[in-house]
């Protein structure tokens, strides 16, 4: 297990599989962008339409043919696809038929709003969760646990968009007290605090739904923890319980909990396509929605490939970190050496 | 002397829905300092929950009903949880019976031990600390752990894991050890080693010792005083001598007779019959009368109480009343001869049922990797022969089963089933009806073979379906109860599923299913593995009945090598993915040639009641 | 010999089980049950307790708070919310079934699939799954909607159940390769169980609870899924009744304060989603046997 040789070629065996796993992800990239550019193609409608809009239905056959021409959607689909590919090695995504600049620079003003909104969200999300999960499976079938648990089902089966909606005619319609719709008042751009409250609504929205599914996985995990005969030891060692509980068993239900909040970054990214569209939040959420509708093709595949890469890059994190700090995992193939051995 | 534990009428019940289970009934007993007591009995009797319950360690639901805890004179039966954490560790420690999971998995075990050694080592610097770490790690012989603080529990053996929760038993010099089956779950070598460990490391220390075993050759080899216990109460205690040289409880006598050594020359084990009662709502009267064929009336009646023999001999029978003394029921007499039975010597004329020839087996761990699970195997099985294979965990035992039965297709070399060669795929397809009727095999887990949402019937019937074969007895049904008759089960659990039986019932049901066969050829893969001491023996005493009868050859697979012995009339033995030694029982356990076959023989705690 | 001091030897002993009668309904979702039976029922029979018809324009009474006449109020376009919540609801809910029908048909066949095969094709699915999953949902639902044309309610539970097969597809792969290494698997094989008497009597009745499970909570996201699709625009259109396209007059109805509008389909809603999470959960069977050793 020591020995300095094995230094080496641990580094080796590093290298190699993260080049592997670099490997499958671009194939994993490229076949995605594949997919989308070809289901996008074959949806009926007319890119046109979203160029220029009413004009289309005055333009001669002869007018639209060479604007066909022009934008290149006359050539077989793998030829576009190919271009396109040219275009985005070079850095170049195109033009947004609807919005007549770079998609790059519609993207760039809103991404920012939902990084804003799920990043805060998630960041609650992340640490919340394991403190109600502790809470729950300390008084494990008492009074507060299944209280937390009454009120946990039924926020986390409400759908985020009637959430919303109960929660702007509570706040905003009845009690006035928080802004209903977008990410500012208009003119006070800068404002810090005008902004928190635009976007306290929304966050409470992401984190209510979301919460749950995590404080509930993470109570029936320490669940099962507390029942492992490693508690008895450690108990034995006169270790107070809530010493063996956070000390013991939630080392233990670390790991899968930072692969599954890895997992669920996209998740939580994409609920807030919901949320924006009821608070009228300038986000990317809504521009996914446009840009399919009305055929704006390279938008589409912009936002399609950022959402894609997001779910593979942090699918690729969450293994990664479970094999990095789960030492049972870490050691998997010796694990099933050993397997291997008893059969 | 004096008294450092003393534990007075203690009874403790878990409540239940089913209701109150009555785990430990009115127990006392008492310990000296340095002194080493053993808890003998079946599983489920109550022995780990004494101890349990003497740390306090027991879930929510059970509760100490009735009784007192002395520890040094001081009671502390009523001491709440933060007094009972200054005692843990310090005062008692406990080593635990999976040393598999008692370790936690995701702290190294440095860091495990010296959290031991920090709790009750106040204002010690670092460099005691670890100076302290290292001791214990020489003390429980783990001395080559010490330079790498990065190694994890899944990185040890059984043997290491157990040796690492003793460094932590250890850590604040307790002077009371619980020890509960310390060696229970680890091959038979490792098993002495832990054994001598505890031993040295008792008479290093000076610790006092509650071992608990079901084991009685394990008892007799460590403990001063031996406790018997039955369904929640102790039935017999007094010094090891008094204990294994003057029985007096029937139990004790049932438990001493059914030890494989004290078969001799029988050609069946002793085994308790029945099994123990469920403690919810104990039986009137004597629990151990329904299995007892000594049983008095009165046992059905009342309880026995205590009754003193000598000075510090007890035992809880009416036999030792005034009354019963006429009756003159003794002992039955063991036969400690340790002799092998002369078992015939099979005719080597005879038929070859099954030949393996070099049978190699490799796993594929990864594209690079692999491992030879099996290595050049070659052993002959003749007909009615029962053959044994014998080595610890990980040595392929199992893959040589699993390729006799077409589970895995060997890398390299053949097995010939009468001069069938199962590994041709051509040969196999045109015998495949005989083959599949004519082997069967048995697993070692019947949990996980029966499937759970069967029927007992189903699961029985389910080769006889297959084959289309048309039940003898008229319906499947028939048929069904029939074997279960065979293999000792009452009709009555046709319509049960699985989970409801015990694990020795549905071992029979597994049998029962193999044998509706009639199989010229069984393979049993280690299926007295999970069972207790006295199932093993009920369930060795049905092989060995069932084969007299059916005359069917027997591949048996385990690391007991006292039913082996017993058993087998030839044995193999398996090291390492190869086999180092074939021969008669005999031979093998007279006259070991090879090193591991001899350092094996020697494990096997020997029965030195002296 | 008196007292009973003879041996009698070994006796069947009486052992006076009482076994306490445990309350079979305990532990059990009743309430849920109920709940979403009654739930169910009226919908499929809303014909006998509306009181309006759902899709009539009573423009004179439009944006009526609830009152004797309109139990529940009525929407902007003056329809009655408590008929077209019966009736919406038969539409919610056989979305929801007909998705999870097509979803649990995908996910079985390419899970068992892959579950049976060999290592390689097994992992070319999974890989293949995982692509799809990190397509975005709504894209895909745009998508297809799209490719379908005008957005029915058949089209939509299609759309829907073709978004959901992945995730469950991957837990009945595990499900299946679990199984099938386990020894009652082997020994079936042993005694000359071929693939379908070992698909059909070993496989199927073991994985069916955790595939039940499965099965409810997808109902309850197909449920989720079409509400907020129509809730968007994106699904039914205002004209078909459904919980989801009541509420996508929500945006009139925040600005005229029209509280019921929101509340009582969300209501329906969620308490629908909550009965089949509870349902679900039990099925799961997700019981503790063991005491805490804490």
């Avoid at chain 2, 019976?97 to 106040?122: D, R």
């Avoid at chain 2, 319509?495 to 015990?502: A, R, W």
Wanted: proline share 4%; with cysteine; charged share 20%.
């Amino acid at each position: 297990m020591t020995g300095e040789e094995a230094e080496p070629l641990k580094i080796r065996n590093y290298i190699t599989s993260m080049g592997k796993k670099l490997l499958l992800f671009v194939i994993s990239v490229l076949i995605l962008s594949l997919l989308v550019f070809y289901i996008s193609r074959l949806s009926p409608g007319d890119p046109l339409v979203s160029y220029y809009g009413d004009r289309v239905e005055k333009m001669s056959t002869q007018e639209r043919e060479w604007a066909r021409e022009r934008l290149g959607l006359n050539n077989p689909i793998y030829v576009q696809y190919i271009r396109w590919l040219q275009n985005v090695l070079e850095g170049n995504f195109g033009i947004s038929y609807k919005y007549k600049m770079d998609v790059t620079e519609v993207i760039g003003g809103r991404i920012i709003n939902t990084l804003l909104l799920g990043g805060i969200g998630f960041v609650f999300i992340f640490l919340l969760a394991p403190v109600l999960g502790i809470v729950c499976a300390w008084h494990e079938d008492k009074l507060p646990d299944r209280i937390l648990c009454r009120i946990g089902t039924v926020t986390g089966c409400i759908p985020e968009f009637w959430l919303s909606l109960v929660l702007i005619l509570i706040f905003a319609v009845f009690l006035r007290w928080l802004p209903s719709s977008g990410a500012y008042t208009i003119g006070a751009e800068h404002d810090a605090a005008d902004r928190v409250r635009h976007l306290l609504l929304p966050l409470a929205v992401v984190v209510m739904s979301h919460l749950w599914y995590y404080a509930y996985m993470i109570r029936n995990k320490l669940l099962s923890e507390i029942r492992a005969d490693y508690v008895l030891l450690a108990r034995m060692k006169g270790l107070r319980k809530s010493q063996v509980m956070l000390g013991h068993c939630l080392p233990n239900v670390a790991p899968a909990y930072f692969s599954i909040m890895a997992i669920s970054v996209p998740h939580i990214l994409g609920g807030t396509y919901v949320v924006e569209t009821v608070f009228s939040y300038p986000g990317i959420g809504t521009l996914i929605y446009e840009s399919a509708r009305y055929q704006d093709y390279n938008l589409l595949m912009l936002l399609s490939l950022l959402t894609g890469i997001t779910v593979i890059f942090c699918n690729m994190l969450a293994q990664t970190i479970s094999e990095r700090i789960d030492p049972r995992i870490r050691s998997e193939e010796e694990g099933s050496l050993r397997e291997v051995k008893e059969q | 002397m004096s008294e450092l534990l003393e534990v007075h009428n203690l009874s403790v019940s878990f409540d239940t829905p089913a209701g109150e289970i009555q785990a430990v009934r009115d127990v006392s007993f008492t310990l000296k300092a340095g002194e080493v007591l053993a808890l003998v009995g079946e599983t489920g009797c109550g022995k780990s929950v004494l101890c349990k319950s003497i740390l306090r360690l027991l879930p929510d639901i059970a509760r100490i009903k009735g009784g007192h805890i002395l520890l040094e004179g001081v009671d502390i039966t009523r001491y709440r949880e933060q007094d009972m954490r200054g005692l843990r560790g310090k005062t008692f420690a406990m080593v635990f019976q999976n040393s598999m999971t008692v370790l936690n998995p995701s702290l190294s075990v440095w860091s495990q031990i010296s959290e031991a050694v920090k709790i009750h080592g106040h204002g010690m610097s670092r460099e005691d600390v670890e100076r302290r770490v290292v001791e214990l790690l020489y003390l429980v012989g783990l001395e080559n752990l010490k330079e790498n603080r990065r190694l994890y529990p899944h990185h040890l053996s059984g043997g290491m894991r157990q040796r690492c929760v003793m460094a932590i038993a250890l850590a604040a010099d307790p002077k009371l050890l619980f020890a509960d089956e310390p060696t229970t779950a680890l091959d038979v070598t490792i098993q002495a080693q832990i054994l001598d460990l505890l031993k040295q490391v008792q008479a290093k220390c000076h610790t006092a010792t509650v071992f608990v075993t079901h084991d009685l050759s394990v008892a007799a080899q460590v403990a001063d005083r031996v406790a018997v216990m039955y369904a929640g109460k102790i039935v017999e205690i007094g010094t090891a001598k008094e204990v294994f040289h003057d029985p007096r409880h029937p139990y004790t006598w049932g438990l001493m007779q059914a030890l494989p050594a004290f078969a001799g020359k029988r050609d069946s084990l002793y085994s308790i019959p029945g099994m123990p009662p469920t403690l919810i709502d104990p039986p009137k009267g004597d629990a151990f009368a329904c299995r007892n064929v000594y049983a008095l009336a009165i046992d059905y009646e009342k309880e026995p109480p205590m009754f003193q023999v000598t000075d510090t001999h007890f035992a809880a029978t009416w036999l030792l009343d005034e009354r019963a003394k006429e009756l003159g029921i003794k002992a039955p007499v063991l036969s400690g001869s340790l002799c092998c039975p002369d078992s015939p010597c099979p005719d080597l004329e005879e038929d070859i049922l099954l030949d393996v020839r070099h049978l190699t087996h490799v796993f594929a761990v990864t594209r690079k990797e692999s491992l030879t699970a099996v290595d050049d195997v070659s052993f002959q099985i003749h007909k009615g022969e029962i053959f044994g294979l014998i080595g610890e965990s990980g040595s392929g035992k199992s893959t040589v089963a699993r390729c006799i039965m077409n589970v895995y297709r060997p890398t390299a070399g053949t097995v010939r089933y009468q001069g069938i060669n199962i590994c041709n795929p051509r040969e196999l397809r045109a015998h495949k009806k005989l083959l599949q009727s004519a082997r069967q095999i048995i697993f070692q887990d019947s949990d996980a073979s029966l499937n759970q949402r069967k029927k007992v019937c189903d699961i029985i019937t389910e080769p006889m379906k297959l084959q289309h074969v048309k039940p003898p007895r008229g319906t499947y049904r028939a048929e069904a109860a029939f074997q279960m008759q065979y293999v000792g089960l009452a009709e009555s659990y046709l319509d049960q599923y699985p989970s409801e039986l015990s694990g020795g019932q549905r071992q029979r049901v597994a049998i029962a299913r193999a044998l509706s066969m009639e199989p010229a050829l069984l393979v049993a893969d280690e299926p007295i593995a999970s069972l207790d001491v006295s199932m093993q023996a009920q369930i060795v005493n049905l092989f060995k009945h069932l084969q007299k009868e059916h005359g069917f050859s027997f591949l048996f697979i385990a690391h007991d090598l006292s039913m082996v012995k017993f058993l087998c009339d030839r044995v193999g033995v398996m090291y390492q993915g190869r086999l180092v030694e074939t021969g008669t029982v005999e031979k093998i356990f007279g006259h070991p040639v090879h090193p591991y076959t001899r350092r094996l023989v020697e494990a096997v705690p020997v029965l030195d009641f002296g | 010999m008196k007292d009973g001091f003879q041996v009698v030897g070994i006796q069947q002993q009486i052992q006076q089980n009482v076994v306490k009668p445990q309350n079979q309904w305990q532990g059990k979702p009743i309430l849920s049950a109920l709940l979403l039976s009654c739930i169910v029922i009226l919908c499929c029979a809303c014909e006998l307790i509306i009181t309006k018809d759902p899709s009539y324009l009573d423009l004179q009474h439009h944006s009526t708070a609830p009152n004797s006449q309109f139990l529940f109020g009525t929407d902007t376009m003056g329809r009655d919310i408590f008929s077209m919540i019966w009736y919406g609801g038969r539409i919610s809910l056989f979305i929801g079934f007909v998705s999870t029908f097509l979803t649990t048909a995908v996910a079985v066949i390419v899970g068992a699939v892959s579950g049976c095969a060999s290592k390689r094709v097994d992992a070319a699915i999974m890989r293949m799954v995982d692509i799809l999953l990190s397509v975005p949902d709504l894209l895909v639902v745009v998508l297809l909607q799209a490719a379908l044309g005008s957005p029915g309610v058949v089209s939509i539970a299609f759309v829907i159940g073709m978004t959901g097969w992945m995730s469950m597809s991957k837990v009945i792969r595990t499900e299946v390769r679990q199984i099938r290494n386990s020894e009652y698997v082997i020994a079936s094989k042993c005694m000359g169980g071929g693939f379908f008497h070992v698909l059909w009597h070993h496989l199927a009745p073991n994985f069916i609870s955790s595939v039940m499970f499965m099965v409810v909570m997808s109902i309850r996201s197909a449920i989720v899924a079409e509400s907020t699709l129509s809730f968007m625009g994106m699904g039914l259109p205002v004209e078909v009744i459904s919980w989801g396209s009541m509420l996508s007059l929500a945006g009139q109805a925040l600005s005229g304060r029209a509280w019921w509008m929101i509340l009582f389909p969300g209501l329906f809603l969620v308490t629908t989603l909550v009965c089949l999470t509870n349902l679900g959960n039990h099925l799961r069977g997700h019981v503790n046997r063991r005491h805490s050793n804490l």
